[in-house]
């Protein structure tokens, strides 16, 4: 599948720094067994803290919002896409995996992945701490959306409503506030060259 897209950092985070953190947060925990919705993702669900990525779908002045289903915690909430941090995969690719998964959407729409920074969030219906990863990604067009099982409605909104978007995800204004971070003034590297600034051994 074709892409060809930039990657802009804040300066506060780098997938170095997520790797260390998702290596902390896994150790000796177990994975979904087989059958299940999340068949082989580390099951977080007793853990303390529990690494995440936020990603923020943005065109142009506008935000994707996703109405979470009924099968998932929060549900009926609007928030952006998200998901576990739980293998060592850098995390643009991650953030690819999760936008075809759950939009369907072509990688050839990106046009730029931002790494933010992280946002800790103390969940206390959960007893959990979220270490949300937050990102922006811009496209280049407005996509067709088709949403998976644990969606069950989409919004586009300006970026201006957000505060006043009713039933949001706990925490999404202070995650939004991270994701922005360095926003304006990163340095981009093309996706095709990504890996001439980053050996795996930098990283992993």
Avoid: C
């Amino acid at each position: 599948m074709e892409k060809n897209y930039t990657i802009t950092y804040s300066g506060s985070m780098d997938d170095k720094s997520i790797m260390e953190t998702i290596e902390r947060a896994k150790e000796g925990l177990p994975r979904f067994p087989e059958g299940h919705e999340l068949e082989g993702v580390i099951d977080y669900t007793h853990a303390k803290e529990a690494p995440t990525l936020t990603a923020f779908v943005k065109y142009h002045n506008e935000l994707l919002l996703l109405q979470r289903s009924s099968k998932m915690n929060n549900a009926l909430k609007w928030s952006p896409v998200l998901g576990f941090l739980d293998e060592k995969v850098l995390a643009y690719k991650k953030i690819e995996e999760e936008l075809t998964e759950e939009l369907s959407l072509p990688l050839s729409a990106i046009s730029n992945i931002h790494y933010g920074a992280r946002q800790d969030y103390f969940d206390e219906a959960a007893g959990k701490t979220w270490l949300r990863h937050s990102f922006i990604v811009d496209l280049k067009e407005k996509p067709d959306i088709t949403l998976d099982w644990e969606h069950q409605d989409y919004v586009w909104i300006k970026r201006d409503e957000l505060e006043n978007k009713a039933e949001l995800l706990p925490g999404l204004l202070e995650n939004w506030e991270s994701a922005q971070e360095g926003y304006n003034y990163t340095w981009a590297v093309p996706i095709t060259d990504f890996l001439r600034y980053w050996s795996e051994g930098d990283i992993f």
